[in-house]
């Protein structure tokens, strides 16, 4: 399963709807402690910290799989001795 995959089903936890790289977050009038909630499922689901600031700058669901990524190759280089 893909990264985007498994943040469609944490939203789907929160808010049944398909969503696709390019949705928004604005788009799914979560309020700001469903949006929390969710940030937090996704820290508890790949093992990563999301900084406010990172999460704040988070326009698309796009952006916020770009950024898990980053972060899981991050750890991954980390692991093996490879520089970042």
Known sequence: MDT???????????????IVASTTIRSLCLDELDLVDLIISIEDE???EIPDSAAES???????????????????????????
């Open 4 to 18: 985007m995959e498994v943040i469609q089903g944490l939203v789907n936890e929160i808010y049944p709807i398909d």
């Open 46 to 48: 790949f093992k990563i």
């Open 58 to 84: 988070f326009q698309t669901f796009g952006d916020i799989t770009q950024y898990v990524n980053q972060k899981i190759e991050e750890r991954e280089q980390c692991l093996t001795g490879a520089k970042v």
